[in-house]
Structure formats: C-alpha cells, structure tokens
C-alpha cells in the first residue's frame, strides 16, 4: 500500500460507526469540525481509527487503516435516509469513501487510555508509531523534544487538551508526576515574536498555573542548541521536585540525566523484587 501523503487519525466510539466503516466503506465527519480542527491538513490520504472503551479489547488504540478514494459534501438525510429530514438531518458532513479496512500489524496504544479529537499525521510516523504520541506531527521542535523524553523515558502527553472553566487549552506535553503537573511548551520564532499572544499566553498560563500546572516554556534555540544543557536538566528538575514520574503505580520514577541511554533512578518506594 503505497502511501505518501496525509493520514488522518479520526476517533471511532461506536459500534454502529465501525459497522458502517467496515461494511460500507465510508466515515463521515461534520464538515464544522474540518474547518475547526483540520485547516491546511484535508483532505487526508488515508484514514485511520482511534477506537474508545466501548470495543472492549481493541479500546483506546489505533487498529484499523484504509485509504481513502473519495471525498463528498453530503447531507446526513443523505447518509442515513430512514431518518427525519430535520434540523439534524440537514446538518452537513464530509462522507469519506473507503477501500476495505485493513488491520495494522501491531495497534498504535495510548499508555493512559486517553481520549483525542484528530491527529493529522505522515504515514512515515503511522507506520513507525508505537504508541498515540508518536503520531502528531505539530512541529519540528515538539518532535525534537519528544525524541529526548522517550530516550530519558519521560512519559508525556503531546497536545493534551485541558479544559479549564470556559476555556480550552492544548498543551504542548503534558507530564503528570506523584505530586503535580508540568506543561511543556515549544515556542518557535513565528510564534514567540507574535506581540498579540503576549497577553493570551499570560491568561493561558495564569489559568494553568492557578489550576496547579507548572509551565515550562522553550524556544527555537533553547530547544535546537541547549537542549542537553538547559531544555532537558531544567524538565528533569522539575519532574523529580514533584516526585517522579506518576506510571499509575504506586510507586514514583525520578530521572537521571547522568545514567547511560537515559536510564533512571528507581524512587524511594519502587518494588525491585521481580528484578
């Protein structure tokens, strides 16, 4: 299957929605959410499924792929006929044409069974991922800050969304430790020199801070030319202030940047017996 192109990541959390993908072929997405979430990465190449808890087995992981051969503006009458011609019926929705489902060779997990909207990725980076944040594709910096915390084993959430009151953040890494929250940031040039997101960055962060996130921010040469002297020190400091790394078990996991390929310390409480 030879793609180069796009591949979209699109959530899957009903059976009825799978039925219709497998057997019929298609996905439909509201044209809304396009407009919203996709800007300059539609149409997709191929499509892919997130599936959520309601799969039981396969649940919170990236499964199933095909490509897609055809893009429509439909209305959901048109989609689903036996249903009124309401309101509803006449909201608008992209009907994406499918070759038949193919399964991946091992699915792409999430490590905490989160839930996403959309991942506009590169089929080089779905077809390598092991896990969700292996996928998103938002910037070189991010990429590059990723590859050190997967080498130091610093788990992270990339573009993890937290709602806060009446606002929405995305956060660029998002680590959650025994005692607290880090929020990771890379801004580059374009973004760092824009002057009118001086003052939303500051709303963003006060909210943030106030809600008991720590926020960390980088920019272009930081990230490019400090990172092992600087980036990573000031994130591992700051991960073992708040005790470790939270794995969901009862046990905390400090870093140690001096430990070989990024090896860690084991925390005060970690069980060894099975070592």
């Not at 709602?163 to 890379?186: H, P």
């Not at 990230?223 to 969901?248: F, H, Q, S, W």
Request: hydrophobic share 35%; charged share 30%.
């Amino acid at each position: 299957m030879a793609i180069r192109g796009e591949v979209l990541v699109a959530i899957l959390n009903n059976l009825l929605d799978f039925a219709v993908a497998r057997d019929q072929h298609w996905y439909r997405i509201p044209t809304s959410s396009v407009h919203k979430w996709l800007k300059g990465r539609w149409p997709p190449e191929c499509l892919a499924f997130y599936q959520t808890k309601v799969f039981g087995s396969e649940a919170c992981a990236v499964n199933y792929y095909a490509r897609v051969l055809d893009v429509r503006q439909v209305y959901r009458w048109q989609l689903f006929p036996d249903q009124p011609h309401d309101e509803k019926g006449r909201q608008r929705y992209y009907q994406l044409i499918l070759e038949p489902l193919r399964r991946l060779p091992r699915p792409i997990l999430s490590r905490y069974r989160r839930r996403i909207v959309f991942i506009p990725t590169t089929w080089d980076k779905f077809s390598s991922a092991v896990e969700i944040n292996d996928l998103y594709d938002e910037s070189p910096l991010e990429d590059q800050l990723w590859a050190e915390l997967k080498r130091l084993e610093v788990s992270a959430e990339r573009q993890e969304f937290v709602q806060l009151k009446e606002r929405s953040y995305a956060l660029d890494f998002a680590i959650y430790c025994t005692s607290g929250k880090i929020d990771v940031e890379t801004d580059g040039d374009t973004w760092h020199a824009n002057t009118e997101r001086i003052p939303l960055d500051n709303l963003r962060d006060n909210d943030l801070e106030t809600a008991g996130w720590r926020v960390l921010r980088f920019n272009t040469s930081q990230i490019c030319e400090r990172m092992a002297e600087y980036c990573l020190p000031t994130i591992v400091e700051n991960v073992n202030k708040l005790d470790g790394v939270d794995e969901g078990r009862l046990v905390s996991r400090q870093i140690n940047l001096d430990a070989p390929d990024g090896a860690y310390q084991l925390g005060l409480f970690d069980d060894i017996s099975n070592d």
